[in-house]
């Protein structure tokens, strides 16, 4: 079972980088592109791990806490990662279309 829910989160985050990286358009080149997609990553996780930390600061959960934290970083990287990004992608692509101005 774990196998298989680790299975979704790699197809979430494959899907979350596809989708950063369409919605980029064509105005900037790959290299900025996936300087951006790292960027988000690492930003995504260091945001999703700090609220973890701060929401079960106080909370014992025993043997399980390492696999839990794993499992919830995991889980919610790629899907804000979906809902965040890729707007912020889109926006970033009409702006150097000049759709978008100061």
Known sequence: ?????????????????YLVYRFLGTQLEKKEKWIFIIAGVAIMYLIVTAVYGISTKDIDLGKAA?????????????????????????????????KITN
């Open 66 to 98: 390492s696999t839990t934290r794993n499992l919830i970083t995991f889980a919610f990287v790629p899907v804000n990662r979906n809902s965040n990004f890729t707007i912020f992608s889109k926006v970033i692509s009409l702006f150097k279309r000049g």
């Open 1 to 17: 079972m774990l196998l298989f829910i680790y299975l979704c989160i790699l197809v979430l985050n494959v899907v979350a980088v």
